[in-house]
């Protein structure tokens, strides 16, 4: 990578959403490298709750570092397929924690 | 039988695949097909309608190949949830086409069907007998709600798969099943350790989905006493220990423990180790069997009818004050249904979406670059569709010509489709999100052994 990174994106080679079922959602970002993977430790259940306006006793997240893996689910908010509903497979829910900026 | 290979030609029957992803894991020596036809991914209407997401040709397409290879192998063939959300209906569907399937290659095979459809006499029964329990984030189940569904199925575990077979059938057609059961139900029934059998089966769900190319075939797992190993089918295509790992990651809220009807899958100390460049050895996981056998139910209810119009804006005054546009609309609309209709907001709900600029995240997304366009999607519901489309029709008149507050004039905006509104019929909400304690494994599903067909 030419430029430094600015977001959390910018660590990763993918960080993707899906339901996890119909009432949860669950995403990944799959950090590049071990310095990727050790910058996304400050993603905590605050940061996910502040993004997607859920409280932060219901986040899980999961770390696993075999795979530089930072794995986040909480209850989907909007209920799959129902009026409110605008993204039924929750896979585009990824996009404001990959725009997320990293901290100076 | 010192090992079993198990064949999972695609994540979804009626995806498709190649005649050779098929060919190359008999040749390899598979000793079981199984595939998946459903999910609850796409939404309530399939669980809701008793309806299939796939269409019959690209069922049938699927199914020649793996009967064909079934008869020729030899091996028994498993099909999971089908008809995508595992109704009753949904098994006939299927049963239908492999009858016909089966009448026209001269196929001599014994079907059985598992019908996982629940009563809601018997869940009722249950639930007083304080047999049912909310999973996370659902609350306590009554009576009514049980009552209000279409339709209610409970996932069977390997438990009815391993009965049919057990009974003679070499193609299974199951109800709604986890997606795991439909893979592990033959390698448990040969006397394979549970934490292999169910961690295997958890990474073949997705066919190549655990490969480096998801896009290419499917894969064969070969299952033993110690641990399983995982290669994909594809000759190009390759699992590699990150690929078979992250794929305990995909639709799952906890990567390292799942639950199943009997148990609990624990991959924990799951060890992932390359045997060469394309396959992966696994061993580590377990497998914790609960002091309870629970059974997971899903059910859908309508919650009413909805019609849809969609308009799409180009003008740069209203892009510019796409806010003011939007206060305006709803406004003008709710204010014209009450004028006309003399509904007020109880008798109807409406979504206003504005694709391109912030329908998908709404006020979660972080962009703010000023949109080239703007399509306008207003989904209408309410108690029957006649109100739900003559609500949406009240709105046309906006969706065509309304403009920004400080316009002069009336704009035209561009409609997408004559007649603007589209009738989406009944429209269905999950509602169960629970568990049922069994009193046997298999008690809560139905069984039939049927008659092989006429040949012609």
């Known amino acids: 990578m030419t430029e430094s990174p600015q977001t959390f994106g910018d660590l990763a080679l993918e960080v993707r959403s899906k339901n996890a079922g119909p009432f949860w959602v669950t995403m990944e970002v799959f950090l590049r490298d071990e310095t990727g993977y050790a910058r996304a430790a400050v993603l905590s259940e605050e940061t996910i709750a502040r993004l997607y306006a859920v409280p932060a006793e219901d986040v899980q997240i999961f770390r696993i570092p075999a795979l530089n893996v930072v794995k986040i689910s909480f209850p989907r908010p909007v209920p799959q397929g129902g009026l409110r509903d605008r993204d039924v497979h929750a896979g585009q829910h990824h996009v404001p924690l990959a725009s997320l900026p990293l901290p100076g | ?456």
């Open chain 2, 1 to 456: 039988m010192e090992a079993v290979r198990v064949l999972s030609p695609t994540g979804m029957l009626g995806a498709g695949f190649t005649q050779s992803t098929v060919d190359r894991g008999l040749e390899l020596g598979a000793d079981v097909i199984s595939v998946d036809a459903g999910s609850t991914d796409s939404g309530p209407h399939y669980l809701g309608s008793g309806t299939a997401k796939t269409t019959a040709a690209a069922v049938a397409r699927d199914l020649r190949i793996l009967l064909r290879a079934s008869a020729r192998a030899g091996i028994p063939l498993i099909v999971g949830s089908c008809g995508t959300s595992g109704t009753d209906s949904g098994v006939d569907w299927v049963a239908g086409i492999v009858d016909d399937l089966l009448r026209e290659e001269g196929l001599d095979l014994a079907v059985a069907t598992i019908y996982s459809e629940q009563q809601a006499g018997f869940l009722n029964e249950r639930l007083r007998a304080g047999a049912v329990h909310p999973l996370a984030p659902a609350t306590a189940l009554d009576e009514a709600t049980v009552e209000g569904c279409t339709h209610v199925v409970g996932m069977m575990g390997h438990e009815p798969i391993e009965e049919a077979l057990r009974g003679g059938a070499d193609v299974v057609l199951a109800g709604r099943a986890t997606d795991t059961a439909v893979a592990a139900a033959y390698p448990l029934m040969m006397g394979m350790p549970a934490g292999p059998v169910w961690h295997a089966a958890k990474i073949v769900e997705c066919g190549g989905q655990c490969t480096t190319n998801p896009r290419t075939g499917g894969v064969l797992a070969t299952i033993d006493q110690t641990g399983f190993t995982i290669e994909p089918l594809d000759p190009d295509a390759a699992c590699t220990p990150i690929s078979v790992a992250a794929h305990m990651l995909y639709e799952t809220v906890n990567p390292f423990r799942m639950r199943e009807p009997a148990g609990e899958l624990d991959v924990e100390a799951a060890t992932y180790t390359a045997l060469d460049d394309r396959r992966v050895r696994v061993e580590g996981s377990l497998f914790h069997p609960a002091a309870q056998h629970t059974v997971k139910l899903e059910g859908a209810r309508i919650t009413g009818y909805e019609t849809m119009s969609f308009t799409a804006i180009r003008d740069e005054h209203i892009l510019a004050n796409i806010e003011a546009w939007t206060d305006l609309f709803v406004e003008v609309f709710t204010g014209r249904v009450a004028q006309t209709l003399g509904l007020d907001g109880t008798r109807y709900s409406f979504d206003l979406r504005r694709y391109g600029y912030d329908a998908v995240l709404g006020e979660l997304d972080p962009a703010s670059r000023p949109p080239r366009e703007i399509g306008v999607m207003l989904l209408v519901r309410a108690q029957t569709q006649e109100l739900a489309t003559a609500v949406a029709k009240v709105a046309n008149p906006l969706m065509l010509h309304l403009p920004t507050p400080d316009m002069a004039y009336l704009p035209s905006l561009a409609f997408a489709t004559s007649p603007a509104e589209t009738e989406r019929g009944p429209v269905y909400e999950f509602v169960l999100h629970h568990v049922v304690d069994t009193r046997s494994p298999t008690e809560m599903f139905r069984i039939e052994h049927r008659k092989a067909p006429a040949h012609d």
